[in-house]
């Protein structure tokens, strides 16, 4: 059964990460951040004999097959120029399946082009099923099979077979019905399975390769759950959204599929995890936190079963349905192993007896080990960034604060290496979204990057991200420029109380509605921020919801409800409406292919700054989209970034050889 669960990653000789443990307070190596890792993700064949993994080059993802016992190259495959292998799955010890995505300029990263192929360890490579069968085959290895616009997905390996899986098949219509089929991995023949009840549906199988779930959402933007209890019967409705004010996530069936687990998201509290008795329709709950969602569900090693969740509660932490079983035992031995760090099993062998796990921090991009279950032992495969030192990084701290209005909010703020964690000059960073996401933890790259030029960063869960229920998301709604924007205001304020900050020297940036946030904040708080920058962001709000009801219906009563719908007070939550209120300089950054914050955006918003006397900095590529994806791009736009900030705050700016290379 595939799990979509955290990737794993390894290096070998045949790319390099430059090193991060040279930045000092004099000038920071923006190359050592922006290089790509040496691998994206790894796994490990059903028999432990062969890791396949993905390799990012600088116009496309290629896939290799490499021989464990001496890490021999036996096959690659890539998909040519802005073309890239999203994700992949051992069908069999001779067989790799993996997705394709291209780079089209919606998205800094590439999208999924629906297209599914198989590689041998051979080397041989053929497309199965997808939209691009009409155009491979001449003139490379790849052999096109049936020529039809659909995308495809996989759904399930069926590790008891050798030579088929299942995937599903949809047309490219506004709101599809999708459907379940057999495919054969070497010739691409496919035979229907299973038809989904509700639009927009993804499906779960069981332990047995038998489709029993499909999860849709219709135009109505409410999900509905459908199972069935056995093979060819009829689908029966388990939850709708509409109805219930409940969404259910399924997340995988018991090891005897008698019980279906699912992710309970309700009005009262985070979510919880509920065990769904298939034949009784009885709801138990097994798994609640009082404060935070589930971030990630943990798979048994050795039948695939969901048996615990990991919770992002500050730092991160694991619970499990049994805390006696052989699965938490596992994770408490790892956990003890490896501490400060957040271990988790990637992937494993057939039998279970030889797991990959990933073992990564707040510090730490992530290193790689091959446990062995029976001897307890762990060899250390790799680092997924091999020059980052993780003593030379930014500690990344849990906050908890409260807004003004009594809500309890929670972030981070990082404190440089080596700095003593006082008085601080800040960058305010608030994420993108804005509904759902949120921060973590983990390692990422921006706050490391910016922590080594010497600031402080602040990243705050506000009202509307994920992590702490629907309750917490939807006190977000409609508050563009409000409460989510006030959120903001009492987190950077409370880091100076707390005297970590030097309330003279902090800034606000961020992408996106990150974006959006930071010139908001500069309108609202002219006083609070020395400077903002906006990168790929939206400013015009009018603007950003036309668009929105062009795009779908769907699309457009979501915009409506979580946005708002009145025209002048959209307007005045529009950055670029109250351009006279900055008094601070402005950097924006913005990309010509962008359609999610078009660059009309940042255009309009650079216009009324210039109009109202405001100092604007600005740096466009016509090329790039929601986020810049090329190297070179990438390079200076980090340079002109600490430039910017070090101006304004004092910080470190980037070194010669990143300031020299283009």
Not at 249 to 258: A, K, Q, T, V, Y
Not at 495 to 510: E, F, L, S, T, Y
Not at 570 to 579: F, G
Not at 620 to 647: I, K, M, P
Request: hydrophobic fraction near 40%; charge should be neutral.
């Amino acid at each position: 059964m595939i799990r979509f669960a955290r990737a794993a990653c390894i290096a070998v000789t045949l790319m390099a990460a430059s090193s991060l443990a040279g930045a000092t307070t004099r000038s920071v190596d923006v190359d050592g951040f922006i290089k790509r890792d040496a691998f994206t993700q790894i796994k490990i064949s059903p028999t432990g004999e062969y890791f396949a993994a993905t390799v990012p080059m600088a116009d496309r993802t290629a896939l290799v097959i490499l021989r464990r016992s001496d890490n021999a190259l036996l096959a690659s495959a890539n998909l040519g120029r802005n073309k890239h292998v999203a994700n992949f799955w051992w069908a069999s010890d001779g067989y790799v399946l993996f997705s394709g995505a291209e780079k089209i300029g919606e998205l800094d990263r590439p999208q999924s082009t629906g297209d599914i192929y198989a590689t041998s360890i051979n080397g041989k490579t053929d497309i199965l099923v997808g939209q691009s069968v009409a155009v491979m085959g001449l003139g490379s290895n790849i052999r096109p099979k049936k020529i039809e616009r659909v995308a495809a997905h996989m759904v399930d390996t069926l590790r008891d077979s050798e030579t088929e899986v299942l995937v599903s098949v949809q047309p490219f219509t506004q709101d599809p019905f999708t459907r379940v089929d057999r495919m054969n991995i070497v010739t691409g023949r496919r035979t229907p399975v299973a038809r989904a009840p509700v639009r927009n549906a993804s499906f779960l199988t069981d332990h047995a390769g038998e489709v029993r779930v499909a999860n849709g959402l219709h135009t109505d933007n409410a999900w509905r759950l459908y199972l069935r209890k056995g093979k060819g019967d009829e689908w029966t409705l388990v939850n709708d959204e509409a109805t219930s004010n409940r969404i259910d996530w399924p997340i995988g069936f018991s090891n005897d599929n008698l019980t279906l687990y699912l992710q309970s998201e309700r009005d009262d509290g985070p979510d919880v995890i509920v065990a769904y008795d298939v034949a009784s329709g009885a709801r138990k709950e097994v798994l609640r936190d009082d404060n935070r969602d589930p971030s990630s569900i943990i798979f048994s090693i050795t039948n695939d079963a969901p048996v615990g969740v990991l919770y992002q509660d500050g730092k991160a932490r694991t619970a499990f349905f049994d805390p006696a079983s052989s699965d938490a035992r596992q994770y408490r031995s790892l956990e003890a192993a490896f501490p400060d760090h957040s271990p988790l099993v990637t992937s494993q062998t057939k039998d279970g007896k030889l797991t990959l796990v990933q073992v990564s921090s707040d510090r730490n991009p992530g290193d790689y080990y091959l446990f062995d279950t029976e001897g307890k032992t762990a060899a250390h495969v790799l680092s997924r960034r091999a020059g980052v030192d993780p003593e030379q990084m930014a500690e990344v701290r849990p906050i908890t604060l409260k807004a003004r209005d009594g809500l309890a909010l929670t972030g981070y703020v990082s404190i440089p290496h080596g700095s003593t964690g006082k008085d601080l000059p800040m960058v305010v960073m608030p994420h993108g979204g804005p509904y759902g996401l949120y921060e973590s933890w983990f390692f990422d790259t921006d706050t490391q990057l910016l922590s080594a030029a010497g600031y402080a960063v602040l990243r705050l869960n506000y009202r509307g991200s994920g992590n702490h229920g629907r309750s917490f998301q939807q006190a977000g709604a409609r508050e563009w420029g409000g409460k989510m924007q006030d959120d903001l205001t009492d987190a950077t304020r409370w880091v100076v109380a707390q005297g970590i900050a030097d309330g003279n020297r902090v800034c606000i940036h961020g992408a996106s509605y990150g974006g959006y946030a930071a010139l908001m904040g500069a309108a609202k708080e002219p006083s609070l921020y020395r400077c903002a920058s906006g990168y790929v962001g939206v400013y015009d709000l009018p603007l950003m919801q036309a668009a929105d009801g062009r795009d779908s219906k769907r699309l457009g009563n979501w915009s409506k409800e979580w946005v708002g719908e009145d025209a002048a007070a959209l307007a005045a939550a529009s950055p670029n409406r109250i351009a006279d209120r900055i008094k601070v300089p402005v950097f924006l950054a913005a990309g010509g292919e962008d359609e999610i914050a078009p660059i009309e955006h940042s255009r309009r918003m650079e216009k009324a700054l210039v109009a109202a006397g405001v100092p604007v900095q600005t740096l466009y590529y016509a090329t790039e989209g929601h986020g810049f994806y090329v190297e070179e791009n990438r390079r200076e736009y980090y340079t002109r970034l600490l430039a910017f900030l070090g101006a304004h705050l004092g910080g470190a700016t980037a070194g010669p050889s990143s300031a020299g290379a283009k």
